[in-house]
């Protein structure tokens, strides 16, 4: 995928969406259009979509039919204020032009004679862009630019009007250009312009990437316009901004078989069908995109109906395949981890970083890992508290053991002895349950062991729920591989735990955390937990409601490490950030061990 094009974050991400599908005035120079209506939930329903768009529900905001200037203003603030990533503004309605030739959009109580004190002025909304700190901002305007307004016909050139659609970091997508009204044609659900923007995003275009970028849209929906005999859309951005991928495209460009690998996958001897099988194989390693695509559906499609002796050759082909991919994108993690540990000036966060990223580069390239985790090792050794210094040094010692088991058992167990001495409950849990962290892949016993020891320690009076509801969660993580019955029981003892505990921000951001944790074995008890949460923080402040959203979003990432890595990497939050990345870095190992096993 091109280093230029960037992708949407949905947990920095907002958009509005304002539709004014009818008017309280009775005034012919604005009719109703009840298609607005539609064109909004239509979007939304688009940019909320799992598989698409991927917005939080709460992130994609309509603003009712009937809203008034200040409602839409309050909208627009709030949401220009919390986006980092993308600020998506849709409006569909009437554009109006005032005696000076300004943009304003008609609003349900807009009155044409007193457009600056009824209606939406555009320069509102442009420094409502103008003033957020997001990424990208896109606009997105279905209406008419002209037409009849103050009484009479104008007939702007298009540049003098879309030149008040200039915002800096700003990409302006338009219905119709200035002199052209927007169109309704009979028997369609939306207006002709969001549905056909509706079409491309829902079906997908085959002729674009993986992702349909603001350019893409923008030339698939001009193409069709002048097809159809319909106003062309207009654009303004700068010249990075129509790399901008607003969602997943549903039907990514293909490209038809060589002709003599598609006849020897129809032979009816066996043999030259897996001639043909191989030749598929070794295009899944194509630069291009498209060819890798093609040949990995038709290895797909042998896989599903040749017999099993030709079905088998096309799995290990993909299942290779599919391990390489993994090991690139572990690569790929582990850089950025690493990087993002020698930026930071938290020492604790260099610590952990480096030694997620030597974890996840001992898979890929032992070597360059173990140096890696012994920078870790040497940092973490000068942590002047116990409970901390005793957790960092276990966590480099697991990262070791993927390669030196001895060594890391060695270092383990002094760790262990030195956790043994500590007297306070709290040192003791957090550095033993540490050290079973570290220790389960290559000796579960003593990860068990561990555990039991552990458990008792829970019930000590001195801890508090929040304390307890951390340890339970990493306690589940241990067991999950081993003992899972016992995993269940530590997330039914986290659950009882959150219904005990009075409500606060700290506690929230805990149990959270412990969702997304059992989210990789328990994902219906995760989703539980989740839900639980959304009653609870109702009042928090917004800061920790963010994050308890980052949460959200890493617990439903546990099965598409892919899609996470791509959310991370776009995350400029570094708390939100480096929480994707541990999950994607979690569940990369997993997948990769379910492959190798």
């Known amino acids: 995928m091109s280093p230029e094009l960037h992708l949407v974050n949905p947990q920095g991400s907002r958009a509005v969406l304002i539709g004014t599908p009818t008017h ?42 009937d809203a008034g200037l200040a409602d839409v203003g309050d909208v627009l603030g709030v949401a220009a204020e ?107 659900r939306n207006t002709a312009f969001t549905g056909r923007l509706l079409a491309l995003l829902r079906g997908g275009d085959p002729s674009a990437g993986p992702v349909l970028t603001m350019g893409e849209i923008y030339r698939h929906l001009r193409i069709r316009a002048q097809t159809e005999n319909l106003p062309l859309p ?48 070794k295009m899944l390693a194509s630069q291009d995109a498209a060819i890798s695509r093609a040949a990995h559906a038709a290895l797909r499609e042998v896989v599903d109906r040749d017999n099993p002796r030709v079905a088998t050759v096309a799995r290990e082909w993909l299942g290779r395949a599919e391990l390489e991919s993994l090991r690139a994108d572990m690569a790929r993690v582990a850089a950025t981890l690493e990087r993002l540990g020698r930026e930071s000036d938290d020492g604790e966060d260099r610590i952990r970083l480096l030694t997620m990223a030597a ?19 040497c940092l973490a050794a000068d942590i002047a508290d116990p409970a901390i210094r005793v957790a960092l040094l276990a966590g480099a010692a697991g990262a070791q053991s993927i390669v030196e088991p001895g060594l ?12 043994a001495a500590v007297t306070e409950p709290w040192i003791r849990i957090k550095a033993s349950t540490a050290i079973a962290q570290a220790v389960v892949d ?14 008792p320690w829970l019930d000590h009076g ?80 917004p800061a920790v409601l963010e994050l308890l959203d980052a949460f959200a979003t890493a617990a439903n990432l546990w099965k598409d490490p892919a899609r996470g890595a791509l959310l991370a990497e776009a995350e400029t939050d570094p708390r939100r950030r480096e929480l994707l990345l541990n999950v994607v870095r979690l569940s990369l190992v997993k997948k990769y061990r379910g492959l190798t096993a």
């Open 24 to 65: 309280t005035r009775a005034d012919d120079r604005l009719p109703d259009v009840p298609a607005v209506a539609h064109n909004v939930a239509d979007l939304v329903a688009v940019l909320t979509d799992p598989d698409l768009g991927g917005l939080s529900p709460k992130h994609c905001v309509s603003t009712p039919p």
């Open 82 to 188: 919390e986006a980092s990533d993308l600020l998506l503004i849709y409006y569909s309605g009437h554009g109006l032009l005032d005696r000076r030739g300004q943009l304003h959009l008609a609003l349900a109580a807009t009155h044409p004679d007193r457009l600056p004190f009824t209606a939406l002025p555009y320069e509102a909304l442009r420094s409502a862009c103008l003033d957020s700190d997001a990424r990208m901002k896109v606009v997105i305007l279905d209406s008419c630019f002209s037409g009849r307004a103050i009484g009479q016909v104008l007939t702007a050139e298009d540049q003098e009007i879309l030149g008040q659609l200039d915002a800096d970091g700003t990409y302006t997508l338009t219905s119709a250009p200035a002199n052209r009204t927007a169109l309704v044609l009979p028997g369609e």
């Open 234 to 281: 207009q654009q303004r951005g700068t010249s990075t901004a129509d790399r901008f991928g607003l969602v997943r495209n549903r039907r990514p460009a293909t490209v038809p078989l060589p002709e003599e690998v598609r006849e020897t996958l129809e032979s009816r001897v066996p043999d030259i069908r897996i001639g043909g099988v191989n030749a598929l194989g």
């Open 359 to 377: 974890g996840l580069g001992m898979w890929v390239d032992p070597e360059p890992a173990e140096t890696l985790a012994g920078e870790a090792e």
């Open 408 to 419: 890391a058992r060695y270092k383990l167990g002094e760790l262990a002895d030195e956790a």
């Open 442 to 455: 290559f000796d579960p016993v003593w990860a068990m062991r561990t555990v039991y020891y552990i458990e």
């Open 462 to 541: 001195s801890l508090t729920g929040t304390q307890v509801i951390a340890y339970l969660a990493d306690l589940a993580t241990v067991t999950e591989g081993v003992d899972p019955a016992r995993a269940l029981g530590f997330v039914d003892r986290i659950e009882q735990t959150a219904a005990d505990e009075p409500v606060d921000d700290v506690r929230l951001l805990v149990l959270a955390s412990a969702a997304m944790t059992v989210a990789g074995f328990a994902g219906d008890r995760a989703e539980r937990l989740i839900d639980h949460l959304h009653v609870l923080s109702r009042r928090s402040d």
